[in-house]
């Protein structure tokens, strides 16, 4: 039997009693952050949930292009997307991007900074992740896993870790990266996904509000060092490279 197959088993049981799907979710969080369940369980017990066709993409889209409209005035002038917490009226399955939309933006900055992306490609990942990648209607985000397969498709090449003693060395390397963590009780919900973008050896963290984008940092441990601080729970980082 597939390990894959014995983590849909194992959250059959988590997911059975009479709480809701979102107490059962947080409840293997609590257990990751008291360290009973291991990284490798939570990512593939997040891809054993990943769903394909969640099925009102086109009233989202519809919405979401509408909403954007007036959000892609503010991201002209800095070209990233920031402050999630603003993105109220945008929707990813049943929930607000300001709820669950970490993952989307943390792509859409890499993809800006490397490929050049434009501001309507933020409605085709939102749309490309509502095919595949959605966890139980967005409720929970987003796979890991399709996070990584997604910026294959579109050409990089990445590398990922979960041992937080890589961290620097692949941060450092890539052009890019997507740091993936939890915070207890964090205004953001709790698994983020953040870009981290580097330039003539300087590194810039999108969308964190515990560390401005505005700061510019000299080195991947400056960053690390920064996010630790915090006292956050890392799960992986993913290097992003441009294949030239």
Partial sequence: MSTLRIVFLLS????SSNYTMEDNFKHVLQGFEEKKIGKDYLINLMES???????PITENYVKNEKAFTEHSKKIKFIGFI???????????????????GASLIAIYNVLYHLNKAEKKDFLKIIKSFENDGIILE?????????????????????????NKNNYED??????????????????LKPIHFVAITKNTEK?????YKGISHQKAF???????????????????????YKNE
């Fill in 170 to 187: 692949i941060g450092s390397k890539a052009d890019a990266s997507i740091f993936i963590f939890y915070k207890k009780d964090d205004g």
């Fill in 203 to 207: 590194f810039n963290v999108h969308n």
């Fill in 12 to 15: 059959l049981v988590i997911f």
């Fill in 49 to 55: 949930l990943r769903k394909k066709k969640y099925h």
């Fill in 82 to 100: 920031e402050y999630q917490q603003n993105y109220k009226d945008m929707f990813y399955g049943i929930k607000p991007l300001s709820y669950n």
């Fill in 138 to 162: 967005g409720k929970f985000g987003t796979s890991i896993k399709a996070v990584e397969d997604y910026i294959k498709k579109k050409g990089l090449r990445t590398e990922n870790s979960r």
């Fill in 218 to 240: 000299d080195s991947m441990k400056d960053v690390l060092e920064a996010f630790y601080s915090e006292k956050i729970s890392d799960i992986s980082l993913i290097g992003i």
